[in-house]
Antibody, heavy 122, light 112 residues
Framework: QVQLVESGGGVVQPGRSLRLSCAASGFTFTSYVIHWVRQAPGKGLEWVAVIWYDGSNKYYADSVKGRFTISRDNSRNTLYLQMNTLRAEDTAVYYC???????????????WGQGTLVSVSS | QSVLTQPPSASGTPGQRVTISCSGSRSNIGSNTVNWYQQLPGTAPKLLIYSNSQRPSGVPDRFSGSKSGTSASLAISGLQSEDEADYYCAGWDDSLNDPGVVFGGGTKLTVL
């Protein structure tokens, strides 16, 4: 069965860095576009970043552009999010999620991880 | 402020039909398909509708979606208590130098 398992969250001071990981299993990881989506406490969903199935394209929300970097290791079936210069407003549960259709974007997110909480506080 | 506009709340009684609207622009809903997600408290979102009106396997046919121009809507008929959740519309947006996904602000559905 398809599984996405995030890890790497925790409490970090403003200005510091953190790297999230998302381990994928149960599907052909190399065929799917994968996203990071976050949700601040008590707030709605916010798209963060996307990476193409082969890593050839990466796009970011304006709120994280220049600070966050999405990447993937297709040999390890793992997605990453390097988060630098963290701010209080980055506090959120971070989900990795998969496009429903292989090799495509905009088809809907059919599988989600359980999320990992990032708390930015001094 | 979200790129896609949804009402913050909606409500209905069991058995009723409720609709949730989602308004966007030419660069997102007007150019791409709309997806809807249901989020129960404390859980990850679940894909409810994709490609404007398609239901994934396992989603009851009480849920339906539609799109017209730069707006979309989610309809829930035969409302049940377990439908009480947050609902989000989303879609691809082509307007930016870098394209991306945009979400609505979410609609909290209360079953009275």
């Amino acid at each position: 069965q398809v599984q996405l398992v995030e890890s790497g969250g925790g409490v970090v001071q403003p200005g510091r860095s953190l790297r999230l990981s998302c381990a994928a299993s149960g599907f052909t990881f190399t065929s799917y576009v994968i996203h990071w989506v976050r949700q601040a406490p008590g707030k709605g969903l916010e798209w963060v970043a996307v990476i193409w199935y082969d890593g050839s394209n990466k796009y970011y929300a304006d709120s994280v552009k220049g600070r966050f970097t999405i990447s993937r290791d297709n040999s390890r079936n793992t997605l990453y999010l390097q988060m630098n210069t963290l701010r209080a407003e980055d506090t959120a549960v971070y989900y990795c999620t998969r496009e429903r259709s292989s090799y495509y974007y905009g088809s809907g997110f059919d599988f989600w991880g359980q999320g990992t909480l990032v708390s930015v506080s001094s | 402020q979200s790129v896609l506009t949804q009402p913050p709340s909606a409500s209905g009684t069991p058995g009723q039909r409720v609709t949730i609207s989602c308004s966007g622009s030419r660069s997102n809903i007007g150019s791409n398909t709309v997806n809807w997600y249901q989020q129960l408290p404390g859980t990850a979102p679940k894909l409810l509708i994709y490609s404007n009106s398609q239901r994934p396997s396992g989603v009851p046919d009480r849920f339906s979606g539609s799109k017209s121009g730069t707006s979309a809507s989610l309809a829930i008929s035969g409302l049940q208590s377990e439908d009480e959740a947050d609902y989000y519309c989303a879609g691809w947006d082509d307007s930016l130098n870098d394209p991306g996904v945009v979400f609505g602000g979410g609609t909290k559905l209360t079953v009275l």
